[in-house]
């Protein structure tokens, strides 16, 4: 028997905010598929405001507002019967991110849950890997936020070791990002990886998902270290227009492109990994997972 319902996950990060709406496709005997059917995203970058001044500014606000209505709307025209929303490095260091999450419920019946750093590594690092890795094989999966970057050592197909480190593209932008939060990233990466004899990257993140496109790389396949390589050394030599126009990148993707491309070459010189996988999935994907879960476990699945 055929079984498809639709779930929903809205990932409000520190540059920008996605919803995903997925079917989640049960069948007698067999592994329940989850299915990507729309992904909308908005380029707010509330990073920009709470990691220089601490708090969302009011233009900020009505704009995540008007997305949420949108979304609110968007998930009614879908017929999602579950959804939720998770807010990260922004908002949880927003002085005024409960306020905010506040009105957004008051207004539009969101409830908006603000994760810390270690929960949205362990969301991530549960989505749905089976289709992308080799269970024999050791990950170090690294996904790129605005805020932060969640590191997780998956070997022999299970998660070893996860931590979130407050590294993101926005932070690196506005050069609020010390030395010493590198060296201590330095450090564990080293300390969780030196045991394995080899070990590939998973990165995940719209900025390594552009990459992967611009490589014309099949699905499946890894970008290398050299590739990677070349390809930051081209950014940087062309102007922030210049990646606009050459290169067909959105405004809000043209600037921060650069700072993920080195989180994720530390990452690999770090770990001596020569690879790195690009599967496609995130925090939205890793929601939609932990929303099955949770109605699995409470036998309510609607």
């Known amino acids: 028997m055929l079984q498809i ?6 990932d409000i990060g ?11 496709i049960e069948q007698n005997n067999k592994p329940v598929k989850f299915k990507k059917t729309s992904l909308v995203r908005v380029p707010i970058r509330l ?19 008007d997305s949420m209505k949108a979304f609110k709307l968007l998930m ?16 949880r260091e927003a002085n005024n991110g409960n306020e905010i999450a506040s009105l957004i419920k ?8 603000i994760i810390d750093g270690d929960i949205e590594a362990t969301i991530i690092a549960a989505t749905d890997l089976h289709d992308y890795i080799d269970e024999n094989k050791t990950y170090l999966y690294v996904d790129v936020g605005g805020g932060s970057t969640e590191f997780s050592v998956i070997d022999q197909g299970k998660k070893m070791v996860s931590k979130s480190f407050k590294i993101g593209t926005v932070r690196l932008l506005n050069d609020i990002v010390n030395k010493e939060t590198w ?9 969780h990886t030196n045991q394995f004899e080899k070990i590939d990257l998973i990165g995940s993140g719209g900025n390594i998902n552009k990459i992967f496109k611009i ?24 102007s922030y227009e210049e990646r606009i126009t050459e290169l067909n990148l959105n405004q809000d993707r043209a600037d921060v492109i650069i700072p993920a491309t080195r989180i994720y070459l530390s990452s690999m010189k770090w770990s001596g990994a020569r690879d790195i996988y ?11 997972k932990s929303i099955y879960l949770e109605m699995v476990s409470s036998t309510k699945l609607p």
């Open 5 to 10: 319902k639709k779930y929903a996950a809205i």
């Open 183 to 191: 060296l201590e990233l330095e450090q564990w990466i080293k300390t």
């Open 47 to 65: 990073g920009s405001d709470v990691f220089i001044d601490g708090k969302i500014s009011q233009a900020s606000t009505m704009r995540m507002l």
């Open 14 to 24: 520190s540059n920008a905010i996605r919803l995903l709406v997925s079917d989640i």
């Open 278 to 288: 690009v599967p496609k999935i995130g925090l939205a994907d890793g929601i939609i």
């Open 215 to 238: 490589s014309g790389k099949a699905m499946g396949k890894p970008l290398t270290y050299f590739y990677l390589t070349n390809f930051y050394n081209m950014l940087q030599s062309y």
């Open 106 to 113: 008051e207004l539009t019946s969101i409830n908006i849950d």
């Open 76 to 91: 009614q025209a879908h017929g999602v019967k579950v959804y939720k929303a998770c807010a990260t490095s922004a908002m």
